[in-house]
């Protein structure tokens, strides 16, 4: 029964026109950050962590659209997934076959978890492939928060790290705009609230320096502070974890995750929603 209803949510999600767009729009997104990283070269020198490579252009590229492209793509699945189908009551029909309002929830957070899963692996394989083909081939190369040069599984062993919070780092901004989706009552609600979490994080992250200005920004407790914010997670935090300077980005985005999930798990199944 459950496999069924997943594969229902599954082929309802693609049925969208909308959220295959979403996913169209990856080869835009890393066409742009090519276009950019071309540009860049020529002012960068190999050693620098700006340059794009071969080697590198798959990280570059992803920690320059994660806040912006990426998260548009996620506040998009949010408000088709969640807020339309819950709000317009597309989900009555669902409901009167008996199926468990839980189980249905569990089918579509496993499908926007699969989703937002394969835009990263796109994003990964697309840009790998435009690195190839249009980047200067490198063995080595820098990366973010470390000193030198380092080899291929060097890059390899960063980007895996990189990769898998850079992933949760979109699962727990979508679950917070999917709280929203389900409590809001409108898509431009859900869409200025989106923003405005998105202004506070940056406002946030540019008032948490000022408190702590007599430490260094890689400072313990200035990262423990910073560690709340999703925005700086994707921006820096990604960085600094896959560089092995903490884990306190890891934990904070779990806990973050877990608790909004459950928020919205009890907004999905409150019974009001069927009477």
Not at 15 to 43: G, R, Y
Not at 144 to 162: C, P
Not at 202 to 229: C, E, G, M, Q
Request: glycine share 4%; net charge positive; aromatic share 18%.
């Amino acid at each position: 029964m459950f496999k069924s209803l997943f594969i229902y949510e599954f082929e309802k999600f693609w049925f969208k026109k909308i959220n295959v767009v979403c996913f169209i729009a990856i080869l835009i997104v890393n066409f742009l950050a090519l276009k950019f990283a071309l540009q860049s070269n020529k002012t960068a020198e190999m050693t620098d962590i700006v340059f794009s490579s071969s080697l590198n252009f798959h990280i570059t590229s992803l920690q320059e659209m994660l806040i912006t492209a990426f998260n548009a793509i996620v506040i998009t699945f949010c408000i088709l997934s969640f807020h339309e189908e819950y709000r317009k009551g597309y989900l009555r029909m669902t409901f009167t076959r008996g199926i468990s309002i839980s189980k249905l929830y569990i089918a579509k957070s496993l499908v926007m978890c699969l989703n937002i899963f394969l835009i990263i692996l796109i994003h990964c394989i697309v840009s790998l492939l435009f690195a190839l083909i249009f980047l200067p081939k490198a063995n080595v190369s820098p990366l973010f928060f470390k000193e030198g040069l380092y080899s291929v599984i060097d890059v390899i062993l960063f980007s895996i790290k990189y990769y898998i919070l850079a992933y949760l780092s979109l699962l727990t901004f979508g679950s917070i705009i999917e709280f929203l989706s389900i409590k809001c009552k409108s898509i431009a609600g859900v869409l200025g609230l989106s923003l405005g979490f998105v202004f506070l994080n940056i406002v946030y992250i540019a008032y948490v320096p000022i408190v702590f200005k007599n430490y260094a920004d890689s400072d313990p407790i200035v990262l423990n502070y910073s560690s709340i914010s999703t925005i700086f997670i994707q921006a820096k935090g990604a960085a600094y974890f896959a560089a092995g300077i903490t884990d306190v980005f890891l934990y904070s985005m779990i806990i973050i995750f877990l608790i909004f999930k459950s928020l919205s798990y009890l907004a999905f199944t409150n019974k009001h929603y069927l009477e």
